[in-house]
């Protein structure tokens, strides 16, 4: 269930990905529209330029500065357009040539300005001098007409050029969607029918009658609950295996667990540890009945909640418990021993006029070999236990640190 979930967030994520470059792709495509639109329009505004009323030549000056204007606003808003073509930088690799156009439009605008104004002031001259079309007149009109004639062909140019990125943008945006598509419909319907299977678990957990008894389980989580259900049923049905003052395992409610449970550790390393807490004993009992069992139970619940579903825990003796774990390592076995050990250094009770009291644990830890039964691994982990006493507190030893007792 947990690489289901760690899967489908990884899923959510790619979704998510490649609707983004989608959104993207969309945002270049509105980008797009706004740059025919805008050298439209620049083509539009030179055609006015060119085509201004010349009874009314001093008007059209006028008209000629706005749209002159204009124009070079419109050349700005295509350079700030472009500005934004990532999919041109960073995919078609053209941006060079796209900002190679537009400097060459602004400079062919720039002629075609100079051009028009020079012919609509040598109008306004011939009009003033009441002489009719010079020579001049006829000059700068050709001028006008072949600085109009460049940047029409120019923009011509640039919608062509246009046309041609957009058919290779939309070509690539075709082959991101089709594969998008198909991933995404594959692991839709695959993590439908995962999480179907999971929904399906969780039913058969929440059934009181539990009338399928033949169905599979499909999650190792729902599995491992199923056992934890079923282990304590049994224990409820028998009060005998319970330690009356923790309510854990007592140690034939170890045996017992043990032997149902020791089919379901697959390949996985056993340990046993064996541990005491520390200066409390049957024949020392340094605090009132209702602090030690307040003590027996912290502990207990302490162990518990690093409890999984394929281990053992129990209360073997009075201040003693018995801890038997299953991991997929070694070094993960005696790394959630200490774990444990740590989280009971952190427990803290009040002694009426004495104050706050810490609870430490000692401990003997062994690697169980599929060839040794419980009782001899419980008790090599009590030789080590009882070595480990010997040293100090609040301590676990595994087999290794022997060897320093059978060095003195």
């Not at 390592?329 to 803290?348: G, H, N, P, Y």
Request: charged share 25%; aromatic share 12%; net charge neutral.
């Amino acid at each position: 269930m947990k690489k289901i979930f760690k899967g489908l967030k990884t899923y959510l994520i790619f979704v998510f990905f490649v609707f983004s470059i989608l959104m993207f792709f969309v945002f270049e495509h509105t980008m797009s529209y706004k740059k025919i639109n805008n050298l439209e329009n620049q083509k539009s505004i030179v055609h006015k330029l060119s085509q201004l009323d010349k009874n009314d030549i001093e008007l059209a000056l006028i008209q000629f500065n706005g749209k002159s204007t204009q124009l070079h606003q419109e050349i700005d808003k295509l350079m700030m357009y472009y500005k934004y073509n990532f999919s041109e930088d960073y995919i078609l690799d053209n941006s060079n040539e796209y900002r190679a156009d537009v400097n060459q439009l602004s400079k062919l605008t720039d002629t075609f300005n100079e051009d028009a104004h020079v012919y609509y002031e040598d109008i306004l001259k011939n009009k003033k001098e009441n002489l009719k079309e010079t020579d001049e007149e006829i000059e700068a009109k050709k001028a006008l007409d072949d600085s109009l004639s460049a940047v029409i062909t120019h923009i011509n140019n640039m919608l062509l050029k246009h046309i041609k990125y957009d058919e290779q943008k939309f070509s690539i945006i075709q082959d991101i969607s089709i594969v998008a598509f198909i991933i995404v419909l594959f692991f839709t319907f695959w993590y439908r029918y995962r999480l179907n299977k999971i929904y399906k678990d969780i039913e058969f957990l929440y059934q009181v009658d539990k009338d399928k008894k033949g169905y599979e389980i499909f999650s190792i989580e729902a599995d491992a609950i199923a056992l934890r259900m079923n282990r304590k049923v049994i224990t409820n049905d028998n009060p005998t295996m319970l330690d009356k003052v923790t309510g854990i395992n007592n140690y034939k409610g170890m045996l017992n667990s043990y032997s149902h449970k020791k089919g379901l550790k697959d390949s996985n390393f056993t340990s046993v540890t064996v541990i005491n807490i520390d200066n409390f004993s049957k024949t020392h009992r340094p605090y009132p009945q209702d602090i030690t069992q307040s003590i027996l139970k912290k502990v207990a619940y302490t162990i518990s909640l690093y409890e999984q579903p394929v281990d053992v825990i129990a209360r073997t003796d009075y201040n003693q418990y018995t801890i038997i774990l299953s991991r997929s390592t070694k070094e993960q076995c005696f790394k959630d021993v200490e774990l444990i050990r740590e989280s009971i250094a952190d427990l803290k009770f009040n002694v009426p006029n004495v104050g706050t009291e810490r609870i430490t644990v000692t401990g003997g830890h062994v690697n169980k070999p599929n060839n040794t039964n419980l009782e001899e691994a419980i008790k090599q982990a009590k030789e080590i236990l009882n070595y480990a006493i010997t040293t100090g507190k609040n301590k676990i030893f595994q087999t290794r640190d022997m060897a320093q007792r059978d060095m003195h």
